[in-house]
């Protein structure tokens, strides 16, 4: 098993992932909610672990990096569980869910779309809370694993492994290359979101809610900003 690159390559789903918390952070700065703070400390630390996991976890020059299949299903089991962990940093730093087992599993069910939910009183919870949890489950909809796949090029290793992995029934590829099979699922995924933003604005969503609303949708997640979910706009068109 390749100890180092199995961590080298969890290192760099860790940045990405923390980079990603730069969207919530962004409506924390325009909202003002008071979650700023937490977001930033919980990006900083997200990034941080990835990037020196990636740099000290580089396998030396003349190391095979092709993973094996017991190495992708290491990777996408650690990467799924490192995203749940890292992913309720936001919940735990801002004291909406101060309780570590409460936020990691609001984490993790926003991250697999099972929108089980420990979370009341969203109409008062920070906004930019409210969409880094949306964010989990679009996120999540489509894969973090089949997201790293399409950057793994950038790593200098395959992904059929991490490919099997994370999708056992459906290895059908749609391009010659993994990567490009990876990069063309989520093209699909952002059009369709788009889509449905559009069609959710139309309807008379606000920005905020359409993103975070598209965002659980496309999952199938279900998460949403209010404890009445959507009967909060009492819109047939919406429903």
Same mark, same amino acid.
């Given at each position: 098993?390749?100890?180092?690159?199995? @961590?080298?390559?969890?290192?760099?789903?860790?940045?990405?992932?923390?980079?990603?918390?730069?969207? #919530?952070?962004?409506?924390?700065?325009?909202?003002?909610?008071?979650?700023?703070?937490?977001?930033?400390?919980?990006?900083?630390?997200?990034?941080?672990?990835?990037?020196?996991?990636?740099?000290?976890?580089?396998?030396?020059?003349?190391?095979?990096?092709?993973?094996?299949?017991?190495?992708?299903?290491?990777?996408?089991?650690?990467?799924?569980?490192?995203?749940?962990?890292?992913?309720?940093?936001?919940?735990?730093?801002?004291?909406?869910?101060?309780?570590?087992?409460?936020?990691? @599993?609001?984490?993790?069910?926003?991250?697999?779309?099972?929108?089980?939910?420990?979370?009341?009183?969203?109409?008062?919870?920070?906004?930019?809370?409210?969409?880094?949890?949306?964010?989990?489950?679009?996120?999540?909809?489509?894969?973090? =694993?089949?997201?790293? =796949?399409?950057?793994?090029?950038?790593?200098?290793?395959?992904?059929?492994?991490?490919?099997?992995?994370?999708?056992?029934?459906?290895?059908?590829?749609?391009? #010659?290359?993994?990567?490009?099979?990876?990069?063309?699922?989520?093209?699909?995924?952002?059009?369709?979101?788009?889509?449905?933003?559009?069609?959710?604005?139309?309807?008379?969503?606000?920005? @905020?809610?359409?993103?975070?609303?598209?965002?659980?949708?496309?999952?199938?997640?279900?998460?949403?900003?209010?404890?009445?979910?959507?009967?909060?706009?009492?819109?047939?068109?919406?429903?």
């Amino acid at each position: 098993m390749k100890t180092r690159k199995i @961590f080298n390559i969890l290192g760099a789903l860790l940045f990405f992932l923390g980079l990603a918390m730069i969207f #919530p952070l962004a409506w924390s700065l325009y909202f003002r909610d008071g979650d700023l703070v937490a977001l930033a400390l919980s990006l900083a630390v997200t990034c941080t672990t990835g990037a020196l996991l990636y740099y000290y976890c580089r396998p030396a020059g003349d190391d095979d990096t092709t993973l094996t299949h017991r190495d992708g299903f290491m990777v996408v089991s650690f990467g799924w569980i490192l995203a749940a962990l890292f992913g309720a940093l936001p919940y735990i730093f801002s004291g909406v869910l101060p309780n570590f087992t409460d936020a990691f @599993f609001e984490s993790m069910s926003g991250f697999t779309t099972t929108g089980a939910t420990v979370l009341s009183g969203l109409d008062h919870t920070p906004r930019g809370i409210l969409f880094w949890r949306s964010f989990t489950q679009w996120l999540g909809g489509m894969g973090i =694993i089949v997201l790293s =796949i399409a950057i793994l090029p950038l790593l200098g290793v395959g992904g059929m492994q991490l490919y099997k992995a994370e999708l056992p029934s459906r290895q059908d590829k749609l391009k #010659p290359r993994v990567a490009e099979t990876a990069r063309t699922l989520w093209i699909v995924y952002i059009i369709l979101s788009t889509v449905d933003f559009v069609m959710l604005m139309a309807g008379g969503m606000d920005v @905020f809610s359409a993103l975070c609303h598209t965002f659980s949708s496309m999952s199938s997640g279900g998460f949403s900003t209010s404890d009445a979910s959507v009967g909060q706009f009492g819109s047939a068109y919406i429903d």
